[in-house]
């Protein structure tokens, strides 16, 4: 088994989807429309777990020969399976992709003026002032609340989600597009019957999309790790193009063997931040002294080889996970010792499967 390093450059603007789309077809009434129909729909900022995963499995595929994979059809399904497993990812159970063994969580690559650096998740918070605390209640409890001390706390706007160099906090995006990683790509319209030419019923919509930033010396990719058994000779694959997320976004993937962790970013004493979505209970979370957090919804689609024949996102054989809730990365938390900070370490490697697929990681 290798490990390699994955990077994700887009040849255009990118859509990442989540729980929303535009309407399909014209019957407002239809179940799919009624959960998920949409007039605005806005990308997510990072490719979903589930997404890379799923490229991967099919990149795989694809190279393996028309002999197991044809015109995009799955000729011969038991190698597939031997290839990729036979299932998609599955909450609560254990997960077989073979001869993919694991993902990393996906962050930013910025190369300026020739030099890389890899950005991640900021904390929510660095630091707070647990001295001057006060007491109050919490579903009749009592608890400690730090004071805020920082600047850069507005209570109006909340705490603003930053990357970071391990040096100092970069903005995702800002009104003039300065010193930020991304950038919106609006694009506003209505939708037309290929045939007739007609405009659909509720055709609107405004859909915003994303690019990086780019500069004369400066650029930015996806990257992420991957464990692939040796029989794949995936470092072949470098350079091709695939396809990640909604509206057929492109990237060019490279692949690079055996890399070594990011250590850029210190921990802090008593307290553990998340570099990735990360699944916990209500209850595991409540067992943190004091957390700054966001919940982000999670939902994914699920499939089995046997009884899917059309993987096309819109295709009723695909079954759609119940909705999650997930801590979202750069939520920190706090403990009163290191005992209780390693039983809350225990908690987030205990969900084997999502950090299989580059969830639940933290520093």
Known sequence: ???????????????????????????????????????????????????????????????????????????????????????????????????????????????????????????????LNFEQSSIGAYNLHDMCIPSLTKDEYDAKKGLEVRLTDGKAPIKFEDDENKNCVFVKDRRVGINRDIKTGKVDDGALFKQISYRFNNGENISYSFVFDAEIEDSIPFDSYSGQIVSVGADNSQFVIGITRDVKENDAIRPYEKALWLLS???????????????????????????????????????????????????APGSVFYFENEEQRQAFIKLIESKKEFRQIGYNEYK
């Open 1 to 127: 088994m290798s490990k390699y390093q994955i990077t994700l450059t887009p040849v255009d603007k990118f859509f990442f989807g989540g729980d929303m789309s535009f309407q399909v077809g014209s019957n407002e009434n239809d179940e799919f429309n009624s959960q998920y129909k949409s007039y605005i729909i806005q990308s997510s900022l990072f490719p979903q777990q589930t997404s890379l995963l799923g490229m991967l499995r099919f990149l795989i595929l694809k190279n393996a020969g028309e002999t197991v994979f044809k015109e995009g059809k799955i000729v011969d399904k038991e190698r597939a399976k031997k290839l990729i497993g036979s299932r998609s990812f599955m909450v609560n159970e254990s997960n077989d992709f073979r001869t993919i063994k694991g993902l990393g969580h996906v962050r930013i690559r910025k190369t300026e003026n020739g030099q890389v650096s890899d950005l991640e998740f900021a904390p929510l918070f660095k630091e």
């Open 277 to 327: 979505p990360t699944f916990l209970t209500r209850s595991e979370a409540q067992t943190a002294k004091f957390a700054i957090t966001r919940l982000m919804p999670f939902r994914f689609l699920k499939s089995e080889m046997d009884k899917v024949k059309s993987y096309n996102v819109l295709s009723r054989e695909l079954v759609r996970s119940e909705r999650y809730e997930l801590y």
